[in-house]
C-alpha cells in the first residue's frame, strides 16, 4: 500500500520569499516521488521526479526537492516566490516496481503574495 | 517532448446522452493510458488503468458499464460516459505513460463535463 501527505492544504508566501510544501509518503516498496503543478482548469504538469537516483532533485520553474529515507519525506521547496508560482501543487507516490498506480496527495494551493 | 492532449476540453451535454473523451499521445507511444475524475478543491482519483489492446482495469467502486474505456492504439485512448447524469459533470483528466517513459505519467490538459 502507498499514500501520500501533504500537510497544509493552503500556504500563504510573499514575493521573494522561500516556498516550502511539505509532502510525507508511506510506501511498502522504494518508492518513486513526484511534485506535478497544476493551474485553474488546466491537467498536471510534472515539475520534478525522484526514482532512485539523486536524493535532491531539480525540476522545472526553480523548483527542487529533496528525498529523505529516513523521514519519509520529499518537500518541495523555491529559494524565491514568483506571483506566477501561484497553483496548486501535487505531491504523489507509485511503487517503483512493474504496476503504475499513482498515489496523490490532496493538493497544496499555493498563495503568493505581492 | 512527452505531450498529451485531450478533446474536447469542456463540453455540456442534456443528462440521460453519452459523451466521449478523446486522450491522445502526440509525441510517443502510450503503453498505458490513465483515466482520473477531480472534484473541486480536492484531488485526483484514478477511475481506470488501460494498456493498448486489452480491457481496462477499473478502481473499486467505478461503474465499467457507465465509464466505458477504449484503448485502440498506442496514441489515443477514449472515454465514454454513458447515460450521463448531474452527478457526473466532473473534471476528467488523462495521463499517458510509455515505453521510454515508463517511471513517469503525463498529463493531459483535462476536459471540463457539465451535465444539466
Known amino acids: 500500500a502507498q499514500s501520500v501527505t501533504q500537510l497544509g492544504s493552503h500556504v500563504s508566501v510573499s514575493e521573494g520569499a522561500l516556498v516550502l510544501l511539505r509532502c510525507n509518503y508511506s510506501?511498502?516498496?522504494?518508492?518513486?516521488l513526484f511534485w506535478y503543478v497544476q493551474y485553474p482548469n488546466q491537467g498536471l504538469q510534472l515539475l520534478l521526479k525522484?526514482?532512485?537516483?539523486?536524493?535532491l532533485v531539480k525540476g522545472i520553474n526553480g523548483f527542487e526537492a529533496e528525498f529523505k529515507k529516513s523521514e519519509t519525506s520529499f518537500h518541495l521547496t523555491k529559494p524565491s516566490a514568483h506571483m506566477s508560482d501561484a497553483a496548486e501543487y501535487f505531491c504523489?507516490?507509485?511503487?517503483?516496481?512493474?504496476?503504475?498506480?499513482?498515489?496523490f496527495g490532496i493538493g497544496t494551493k499555493l498563495q503568493v503574495i505581492p | 517532448g512527452a505531450v498529451v492532449s485531450q478533446h474536447p476540453s469542456w463540453v455540456i451535454c442534456k443528462s440521460g446522452t453519452s459523451v466521449k473523451i478523446e486522450c491522445r499521445s502526440l509525441?510517443?507511444?502510450?503503453?498505458?493510458m490513465f483515466w482520473y475524475r477531480q472534484f473541486p478543491k480536492q484531488s485526483l482519483m484514478l477511475m481506470a488503468t488501460s494498456n493498448e489492446g486489452s480491457k481496462a482495469t477499473y478502481e473499486q467502486g467505478v461503474e465499467k458499464d457507465k465509464f466505458l474505456i477504449n484503448h485502440a492504439s498506442l496514441t489515443l485512448s477514449t472515454l465514454t460516459v454513458t447515460s450521463a447524469h448531474p452527478e457526473d459533470s466532473s473534471f476528467y483528466i488523462c495521463?499517458?505513460?510509455?515505453?521510454?517513459?515508463?517511471?513517469?505519467?503525463?498529463f493531459g490538459p483535462g476536459t471540463r463535463l457539465t451535465v444539466l
Open positions: 509525441d510517443f507511444q502510450a503503453t498505458t
Open positions: 510506501s511498502s516498496v522504494p518508492p518513486y
Open positions: 525522484y526514482t532512485s537516483a539523486a536524493t
Open positions: 495521463s499517458a505513460a510509455g515505453f521510454s517513459t515508463t517511471d513517469t505519467q503525463y
Open positions: 504523489a507516490v507509485r511503487s517503483s516496481g512493474g504496476y503504475q498506480k499513482v498515489t
